[in-house]
């Protein structure tokens, strides 16, 4: 089996993930592919110029590394798909949207999940509780669900669907994994604080978030979050001209929902304009003049990266509670199906 991390050596990025290159070599060799593109996030682009090397050398192929950002599989780069035969895109996995020529190269983490699964039982309070994790982890899930039962916990892992490949596997749009499940609780295996929370708020139960990294285990607690979102939403109230964001990436493009916002901002009296745009940058809505947004693009713009923008961003439930189509109470997690 081909691997990345241990071809290119410990300084390509690599360290710590594996990488399996097999299918990508195979393919790109069967179809006669000339030049294979390249597309990372930001916390594995070190590690494209050795891999570049690497395909070139067995395959012979010419390689062009994407140097824009990438935020997830929702984020493929069409422009360079158009220019390869080939268009491998790493760590993450398919969401079923994009290109034929696209190939999904998940970088799985190897952390071994027994202790930070033992320590997180002493805090789990169910007897059953709803197993999550991402793309990293999620070929572990099994070590996951032994480790509970060895602790005397079941554990449930809801069915995969949709944009989700993997049982269990939540993403940072998308929680149907959890909802799925009737549990008292939750535990999710991986690293940040966005995933637990999305999970937390899209079901309203408790949710344990076990680090396998640094192996810190902690309760979430959805008390900042809400009381930094209410107060985006009462900022957002003294605006009079709204941009509507509606996002180029093909995993992120919802049209109906922006023209939908569009219509309910203008039933209210505001002015509502529809901004089509790539990356989402602070400059960019202050030159347009915007007093504040409400973003039909990834969560993340408004939920993660709000310390960013010097005008309120909201995600399109959030701006319904603001033009009272639902009331605070019935707060809800923006997910893209």
């Known amino acids: ?27 790109i060799q069967k179809r006669g592919g000339r030049r294979v593109g390249v597309q990372a996030p930001e916390g594995l682009k070190r590690a494209t110029p050795a891999l570049a090397q690497l395909i070139e050398e ?25 220019e390869v035969d080939l268009m491998l895109h790493l760590g ?23 202790d930070v699964v033992d320590k997180a ?42 944009r989700v490949k993997y049982p269990g596997q ?33 079901t309203g139960k408790r949710v344990v978030t076990a680090d396998p990294v640094t192996g810190e285990v902690a309760e979430i607690d959805t008390d900042p979050m809400l009381r930094r979102r209410f107060g985006a939403i009462s900022r957002a109230g003294e605006a009079k ?36 745009l790539d990356n989402i940058e602070p400059d960019r809505l202050l030159n347009l003049g915007a007093e504040a947004a409400v973003s039909t693009a990834c969560p993340r713009v408004a939920l993660d990266d709000a310390a960013k923008y010097r005008i309120p961003i909201l995600t399109p439930p959030e701006f319904e509670v603001l033009v009272g189509e639902r009331e605070w109470e019935e707060y809800e997690f923006d997910e893209i199906e």
Not at 62 to 71: L, M
Not at 135 to 152: A, C, F, M, S
Not at 241 to 258: E, H, I, T, Y
């Open 1 to 27: 089996m081909a691997r990345a991390h241990s071809t290119a050596g410990s300084s390509s990025g690599f360290s710590g993930y594996d990488l399996d290159l097999d299918k990508a070599i195979d393919l």
């Open 58 to 82: 067995k395959t012979g192929a010419e390689v062009i590394i994407s140097g824009d950002p990438c935020f997830g599989a929702c984020d493929v780069d069409m422009q360079l798909c158009q």
């Open 92 to 114: 993450h996995s398919d969401i079923g949207i994009g290109p034929d020529n696209v190939i999904f190269l998940e970088a799985r983490m190897k952390e071994d999940l027994r």
């Open 121 to 162: 039982a002493n805090v789990l309070k169910a007897k059953r509780v709803g197993v999550t994790t991402t793309t990293q982890h999620v070929h572990k899930i099994d070590q996951v669900l032994e480790g509970l039962k060895k602790n005397g916990i079941q554990g449930a892992i809801g069915p995969a669907g949709g």
């Open 170 to 202: 939540v993403l940072g749009c998308s929680y149907s994994t959890a909802r799925a499940l009737d549990v008292e609780e939750y535990l999710f295996i991986g690293t940040g604080q966005f995933h637990p929370l999305g999970i937390a708020l899209a």
């Open 241 to 276: 001209r709204f941009a509507v964001l509606l996002s180029k990436k093909p995993g992120q493009k919802r049209m109906a929902l922006a023209l939908r916002l569009k219509a309910l901002g203008e039933a209210r009296g505001l002015e509502m304009f529809l901004v089509y």
